[in-house]
């Protein structure tokens, strides 16, 4: 994804740019790189309630407050077969939350479907790669 960058500038009180300078080099990013993430991550969280960003291997990803990633609430959601709110509750059955997570679940997929469509293949790809080193760890094993 390209973006259009503006050049912008504020004025942070120096113990907080002190922290952010210090999460910057934990992370091994740039101020700025951090600074991005950090503003997307909390408009998204302020645009769906409920949606809260975790750093794993493969990165941050949005998941729910006490729940599921969304990628993994829309991968149950599609593996139902159903459609509209029967999908819905029987994700919701499925996951062992509330329909209501789903929803949320569902609005910020919507509202960023690139990011979640890449992290559902990214999922498969590692699935996939998983599969293949036990049948090979199996053969070995076997000889």
């Known amino acids: 994804m390209r973006y259009m960058v503006t050049s912008t500038s504020y004025r942070l009180d120096p113990d907080l740019k002190a922290r ?15 600074v991005t993430r950090l503003l997307a991550q909390g408009l998204s969280a ?18 729910l407050a006490g729940g599921p990633d969304v ?4 991968r149950a959601l ?9 999908a819905v509750a029987a ?10 997570f789903v929803h949320i679940a569902v609005d910020y997929a919507a509202d960023h479907i690139d990011e979640i469509e890449a992290r559902l293949l990214a999922n498969e790809a ?11 760890r199996a053969a070995v094993l076997a000889e």
């Open 20 to 34: 952010l300078a210090a999460q910057a080099a934990a992370e091994g990013v740039a101020e700025t790189t951090l």
């Open 46 to 63: 302020i645009e769906h309630p409920g949606v809260v960003f975790r750093p794993g291997p493969s990165g941050w990803r949005a998941g």
């Open 78 to 86: 599609r593996a139902t077969g159903a459609t509209g709110e029967n």
């Open 126 to 136: 590692a699935l996939e790669r998983a599969r293949r080193l036990t049948a090979a």
């Open 71 to 74: 990628d993994e609430v829309i």
């Open 91 to 100: 994700a919701a059955d499925d996951l062992g939350i509330s329909s209501r």
